[in-house]
């Protein structure tokens, strides 16, 4: 959600494309923008089974690429989903460092020109569920970037100086396959690192990794990443089963069934696609379709929904909040758009020509999409 972003709510394949830019390979990262360079994440099969894992920067000007680095080459020890890719981690950047998480294959920090500060290549390798593959995203906070790693091994989260790579911290969680990625939220001076999890959503202390409270109720293998605003977090999941709900910041041990619980939904929530956050209106996909729900964020109430969007049926972007508007993206690279208001109206339905599983990134007056052919810089013509 961006609150200073105004992009376009009308394009096509010949309509308010900036450029486009190919891209060898196949991933499902999200497109991230710092200043004039825009970062993605893609895995190139290179023959016999192995992969070049690469990190491309682009102009943002004129989408012609400014570096391209080769983080390593290998082959992957397991399988993936067929609608999975083995670059589907978002990389992240903090203006000084590109940071790329490949999972099993390592975590790489690139300087803004594309050279290599440091890497971690020493990982243990992820066995996910049902071979299903990695994708769960790092985190900036401050000095630190926090890596997940939940798998069917022994899980774990980590705090990493992000100049260095150095482990500042791990702890082990009981938690099998998860792929979404930690949230930080302040609450009373004190960071919290929130982590989803079939098992518990926890809560730990960013500068130590002690274990804060945590919450029962969720479904198998999340997906879904927590939002939030000053005064709660937000928590769901919708694979055999359905459970999101509310939580207060200030709770200790296990607070199920507290009034740290703020309330509760146990019907029609995400899957694959996160929570969106806007103006105190929470929206969620069902599942992985293209049917929308919008509630209230402090009572849970509904807006509308569940609302089936014309056009939509599968979903592995989140919706994006950006200029008034909700952009939904389905992933035959439809984005149908929405006013950002509690009644349900469809202000346009847009095509990139080309499927689309990573969230669209809002920035100043365009929209970044990545598609599986193409990086997309949507902006109106002048």
């Known amino acids: 959600m961006s609150t200073t972003a105004t992009p376009p709510t009308h394009w096509s394949p010949t309509e308010n494309i900036l450029w486009k830019a190919p891209i060898d390979g196949a991933g499902s990262g999200s ?35 400014q570096w391209q680095q080769t ?25 000084q460092y590109v940071y790329a998480h490949f999972g099993s294959r390592g975590l790489y920090a690139y300087t803004m020109d594309g050279q290599l500060a440091w890497k971690r290549d020493d990982f243990p390798p992820m066995d996910t569920r049902l071979a299903f593959g990695e994708g769960s995203s790092p985190t900036i906070a401050g000095d630190r970037l926090l ?8 899980s774990w989260l980590a705090a990493l100086d992000r100049h260095t790579g150095k482990t500042l ?10 792929w979404a990625t930690p949230l930080i939220v302040s609450h009373e001076g004190r960071q919290q690192v929130i982590m989803n999890g079939e098992n518990y959503v926890r809560s730990y202390d960013l500068a130590t990794g002690e ?19 000053d005064e709660m977090v937000f928590v769901g999941s919708g694979f055999r089963g359905s459970f999101l709900a509310a939580f207060r910041l200030g709770g200790e041990g296990d607070i ?26 929470l929206y969620f996909h069902k599942q992985k379709s293209g049917i929308l729900t919008c509630v209230d964020a402090s009572t849970g109430q509904k807006h509308f929904g569940p609302q089936r969007i014309p056009e939509l049926r599968t979903i592995y972007a989140s919706p994006i909040a950006a200029g008034g508007h909700v952009y939904v993206t389905g992933r035959d690279g439809t984005t149908v758009v929405i006013k950002d208001q509690p009644r349900f109206e469809i202000v346009a339905t847009n095509s990139v020509g080309e499927g689309v599983d990573a969230t669209p990134a809002p920035v100043d007056n365009q929209l970044f999409i990545r598609g599986n052919q193409h990086l997309f810089c949507i902006q109106a013509a002048d």
Do not use: M
Request: proline residues 8%; aromatic residues 6%; glycine residues 8%.
């Open 31 to 65: 497109p991230i923008v710092w200043e004039q360079q825009v970062f993605v994440v893609t895995a190139v099969p290179v023959g016999d089974g192995a992969l070049d894992f690469r990190v491309l920067c682009f102009d943002r000007r004129t989408g012609k690429p």
């Open 71 to 95: 983080a390593t080459r290998a082959t992957p020890h397991q399988g993936i989903h067929e609608t999975n890719t083995h670059a589907s981690a978002s990389p992240c950047t903090d203006g």
């Open 147 to 154: 890596v997940p790693y939940d798998h069917e091994g022994q």
């Open 169 to 178: 911290w791990q702890i082990e969680r009981d938690e099998p396959t998860n």
């Open 211 to 229: 274990e804060l409270w945590r919450c029962g109720g969720q479904t198998q293998r999340p997906v879904a990443s927590p939002v939030a605003n």
């Open 256 to 281: 199920r069934g507290s009034d740290q619980v703020v309330w509760t939904i146990q019907r029609d929530t995400p899957d694959i696609a996160s929570l969106l956050l806007s103006e105190n209106r």
